[in-house]
């Protein structure tokens, strides 16, 4: 895989789970890595490990739902290592299970919506600048979910958020690519802290996710999902955009 030596990344939801997992990996792979975590007693930890193990790393405290928050770390980061040539969009908050009768705005919708769709376009407005000006090194790259491919029965607005990321993807992945700058979505299954609260409620889900995935297991989210995340920031994927890669061990194969 080619090396991200020197390039810098901002990684959103990066204090836990996935996130965390692709932070590892960019910096493993060379890039200065901004942990744009929600709050610092999660985010620096992790920024401090990557250090401790020879990595470039800070965290940058960033509520993604509100754009004074994005845009200031995105100028941070700018200001701090000189320039910025990936964003991975990870932060996602409020994938309660609910049924359509069942409904509540505020509690399903709300949180869902802001730090997935606004939070999108909060990160592409102020990141743009500066990708437009890495020209072919510049990397958007959202975390997405299978469900925002194939729909869920327990949870629908989840997957119509889901699947609204893919939808502004493509779209930025045309208006973008003129510039060179690439767009694409990642959706993984992978080991977290939401899925053990998932797995903790319902006792049979992991037993139910393993049966259904040819490979037999929960990914992991550096070795599984972080290496996915570094080719699509990196160079070898250059020629790919507009697209969503799913790395669920083959749970999913309907693209």
Same mark, same amino acid.
């Given at each position: 895989?080619?090396? &991200?030596?020197?390039?810098?990344?901002?990684?959103? =939801?990066?204090?836990?789970?996935?996130?965390?997992?692709?932070?590892?990996?960019?910096?493993?792979?060379?890039? !200065?890595?901004?942990?744009?975590?929600?709050?610092?007693?999660?985010?620096?930890?992790?920024?401090?490990?990557?250090?401790?193990? #020879? =990595?470039?790393?800070? $965290?940058?405290?960033?509520?993604?739902?509100?754009?004074?928050?994005?845009?200031? $770390?995105?100028?941070?980061? %700018?200001?701090?290592? =000189?320039?910025?040539?990936?964003? %991975? /969009? !990870?932060?996602?908050?409020?994938?309660?299970?609910?049924?359509?009768?069942?409904?509540?705005?505020?509690? /399903?919708?709300?949180?869902?919506?802001?730090?997935?769709?606004?939070?999108?376009? +909060?990160?592409?407005?102020?990141?743009?600048? /500066?990708?437009?000006?890495?020209?072919?090194?510049?990397?958007?790259?959202?975390?997405?979910?299978?469900?925002?491919?194939?729909?869920? %029965? !327990?949870?629908?607005? +989840?997957?119509?958020?889901?699947?609204?990321?893919? =939808?502004?993807?493509?779209?930025?992945?045309?208006?973008?690519?003129?510039?060179?700058?690439?767009? !694409?979505?990642?959706?993984?299954?992978?080991?977290?802290?939401? &899925?053990?609260?998932?797995?903790?409620?319902?006792?049979?889900?992991?037993?139910?996710?393993?049966?259904?995935?040819?490979? @037999?297991?929960?990914?992991?989210?550096? /070795?599984?999902? #972080?290496?996915?995340?570094?080719?699509?920031?990196?160079?070898?994927? @250059? +020629?790919?955009?507009?697209?969503?890669?799913?790395?669920?061990?083959?749970?999913?194969?309907?693209?």
């Amino acid at each position: 895989m080619s090396s &991200l030596e020197g390039r810098t990344a901002i990684v959103t =939801g990066a204090g836990q789970g996935v996130g965390e997992g692709i932070a590892r990996t960019l910096a493993a792979r060379g890039a !200065n890595v901004v942990i744009a975590a929600r709050r610092a007693e999660t985010g620096e930890p992790i920024a401090a490990s990557i250090r401790d193990g #020879g =990595g470039v790393a800070v $965290c940058i405290p960033t509520d993604v739902t509100r754009r004074a928050d994005v845009e200031a $770390c995105v100028e941070s980061a %700018v200001d701090r290592f =000189g320039a910025l040539e990936i964003v %991975v /969009h !990870n932060a996602f908050s409020g994938a309660a299970p609910h049924r359509l009768e069942e409904l509540d705005l505020d509690r /399903h919708w709300t949180p869902m919506s802001r730090t997935g769709v606004w939070a999108v376009l +909060y990160c592409g407005q102020a990141a743009w600048p /500066h990708l437009r000006a890495a020209g072919s090194r510049g990397r958007f790259v959202l975390v997405t979910s299978p469900s925002g491919i194939e729909g869920s %029965v !327990n949870i629908p607005l +989840y997957s119509a958020v889901k699947a609204a990321e893919r =939808g502004i993807a493509k779209s930025l992945a045309r208006e973008w690519g003129p510039s060179g700058v690439t767009v !694409n979505c990642l959706a993984p299954v992978a080991a977290s802290p939401a &899925l053990a609260g998932a797995f903790a409620g319902n006792p049979g889900l992991r037993a139910a996710i393993e049966a259904r995935t040819p490979l @037999g297991r929960v990914g992991d989210p550096v /070795h599984d999902v #972080g290496t996915v995340a570094a080719f699509l920031a990196g160079d070898d994927s @250059g +020629y790919v955009t507009g697209q969503t890669i799913v790395c669920d061990g083959g749970s999913f194969v309907g693209l």
